[in-house]
């Protein structure tokens, strides 16, 4: 993820760790698999024949995502080659993530993933090697014109800290409608620069011709203080103040305290791409998926029970969330903080399914 100080994955619980609750995160990647395919085969036809390929996955994480977009890149590659003729390359693969990502783990599972991967067209693929680099995506990770693919899926709408001037927003925790008007204007500030740095830094170690497809969670419309984006945050700020008035949280310390996240919109990404310069924007689209991963359309067998669906997406955000808040508060609220949100998600859910909007961003080198 990005901030380089506190957020971190929850990693040691294994009850709310990220390996444990990312299924909502193995659907959106395995919902962009069509645009993947799309673009590794855009890129393939530009700089085919090549002995290796190297992809960075920028916000790798740990648990069963990590290996899944290089799983699918390589078998994306592989199916191309054959119908072109070409030999398969080689592929350099990347995993990037902050310093206390889990990297061990990602690492112990490196066999499995060359065990599953071999399955598939046996020697009619290239190798696959992988690496592990720590580091905010925020900066400047690689050698210059080395990488041909950047992939990132749920870790751009993070921050590299939380924007200055906030101070105000008493009694919230992100944007609202309550919030004053200068906190949205700080956020947006603070993730215009954030991004613009991760482009320019992208650029300069990408190869002509190379591709990025980056997956954010955002919101639908411009207003920054939609439901599609300030629901789960207000729902938190709920039970943090509940906890105030059980005299188990300091106003002030509440009062104090703002996340390192912003969902942008379609219409932020497009100017500040344009703005930066250092790509073209080749596509951008939104889907939507339900806070709860289990509440899907494809799943025939779901029945909504909200306080089944309040603890799956309560299960989420906790893992995200966990670190940062011990880090502000103290340890022991947590348990009853996540009780109280719990309820209000579950109540919440009962009157009406929100979706998270993701957006969908293929670039490519100019």
């Known amino acids: 993820m990005a901030s380089a100080t506190v957020h971190c994955t929850n990693a040691n619980d294994k009850q709310i760790s990220y390996a444990n609750n990312s299924s909502l995160q193995k659907k959106v990647l395995l919902k962009t698999r069509p645009f993947l395919e799309d673009t590794i085969k855009n890129m393939l036809t530009k700089i085919l024949p090549v002995t290796c390929i190297k992809v960075?996955?920028?916000?790798?994480?740990?648990?069963?995502?990590?290996?899944?977009?290089?799983?699918?890149?390589?078998?994306?590659?592989?199916?191309?080659?054959?119908?072109?003729?070409?030999?398969?390359?080689?592929?350099?693969?990347?995993?990037?993530?902050?310093?206390?990502?889990?990297?061990?783990?990602?690492?112990?599972?490196?066999?499995?993933?060359?065990?599953?991967?071999?399955?598939?067209?046996?020697?009619?693929?290239?190798?696959?090697?992988?690496?592990?680099?720590?580091?905010?995506?925020?900066?400047?990770?690689?050698?210059?014109?080395?990488?041909?693919?950047?992939?990132?899926?749920?870790?751009?709408?993070?921050?590299?800290?939380?924007?200055?001037?906030?101070?105000?927003?008493?009694?919230?925790?992100?944007?609202?409608?309550?919030?004053?008007?200068?906190?949205?204007?700080?956020?947006?500030?603070?993730?215009?620069?954030?991004?613009?740095?991760?482009?320019?830094?992208?650029?300069?170690?990408?190869?002509?011709?190379?591709?990025?497809?980056?997956?954010?969670?955002?919101?639908?419309?411009?207003?920054?203080?939609?439901?599609?984006?300030?629901?789960?945050?207000?729902?938190?700020?709920?039970?943090?103040?509940?906890?105030?008035?059980?005299?188990?949280?300091?106003e002030s310390d509440l009062d104090s305290f703002n996340t390192s996240y912003y969902y942008p919109c379609k219409e932020e990404l497009r100017e500040i791409i344009e703005k930066e310069g250092s790509f073209v924007l080749d596509k951008i689209e939104t889907f939507k998926v339900n806070w709860d991963f289990e509440d899907d359309d494809c799943n025939k067998k779901f029945t909504f029970k909200k306080n089944k669906s309040g603890q799956n997406v309560t299960n989420c955000i906790k893992t995200i969330t966990k670190p940062t808040l011990i880090s502000h508060f103290r340890d022991i609220i947590i348990d009853e903080l996540f009780t109280k949100y719990a309820q209000h998600v579950s109540e919440h859910l009962s009157r009406e399914r929100t979706k998270h909007v993701s957006i969908v961003l293929v670039m490519s080198m100019k």
């Open 56 to 250: 960075a996955d920028s916000g790798c994480a740990s648990g069963p995502n990590a290996f899944l977009p290089a799983y699918e890149i390589m078998n994306t590659i592989t199916r191309i080659c054959q119908k072109s003729h070409h030999e398969s390359p080689e592929l350099q693969v990347f995993l990037n993530d902050l310093p206390h990502n889990d990297f061990n783990a990602v690492f112990r599972s490196v066999p499995a993933f060359n065990s599953r991967l071999s399955e598939y067209k046996g020697d009619l693929r290239g190798p696959c090697f992988i690496a592990g680099v720590p580091g905010s995506f925020y900066q400047r990770l690689f050698p210059s014109k080395s990488i041909h693919f950047v992939h990132s899926s749920y870790s751009l709408q993070w921050l590299s800290k939380v924007p200055k001037g906030v101070e105000n927003n008493k009694g919230n925790i992100y944007i609202s409608k309550l919030s004053p008007p200068n906190v949205a204007k700080a956020y947006l500030e603070q993730f215009q620069n954030d991004f613009s740095k991760f482009l320019r830094f992208r650029s300069e170690k990408m190869i002509s011709g190379g591709r990025m497809l980056l997956i954010l969670v955002g919101r639908s419309i411009i207003d920054p203080t939609s439901k599609d984006c300030c629901s789960l945050w207000d729902l938190l700020a709920k039970s943090l103040l509940d906890l105030v008035d059980k005299g188990l949280v300091d």
